[in-house]
């Protein structure tokens, strides 16, 4: 069953005796459209094209063209600084706390 295509289920119907008396055959629709499935395989394809570092499409952050026309971008937070403060509570070593650090063209 790919992506949600119609599915079919059997029913078997018994008398009180424990006889087959017959089957009914109940075919459900697909909850996915055809554009659901375009999308999905899109995202799909879009993923893949992702560099696993900054998420950025490889043929833009491994150009070398761009190189120079990057710049860091550091954030914290809040949430996470409370979370990785738990996290830091339950095990051994020091950690930066709630940070977070990706990349952005400038």
């Known amino acids: 069953m ?3 295509e119609p599915t079919r289920e059997v029913v078997e119907h018994y008398d009180p005796a424990g006889t ?10 697909s909850p996915w459209t055809d554009e659901d ?3 999905l395989l899109a995202h799909l394809v879009e993923q893949r094209e992702a560099c696993p570092g900054c998420g950025l499409p490889l043929d833009e ?3 070398p063209k761009s190189a ?3 710049t860091p971008l550091v954030d914290t937070c809040q949430a996470c600084v409370v979370a990785q403060a738990e996290m830091d ?3 051994e070593g020091p950690r ?3 940070v977070y ?3 952005r063209r400038i």
Request: glycine share 16%; aromatic share 10%.
């Open 89 to 91: 509570n339950q095990t």
């Open 2 to 4: 790919w992506l949600g």
């Open 61 to 63: 952050c491994r150009d």
């Open 96 to 98: 930066r706390r709630g």
């Open 20 to 29: 087959l008396t017959g089957r009914s055959v109940i075919t459900r629709p």
């Open 101 to 103: 650090v990706g990349v």
């Open 37 to 39: 499935r375009a999308w």
């Open 68 to 70: 120079g026309s990057w």
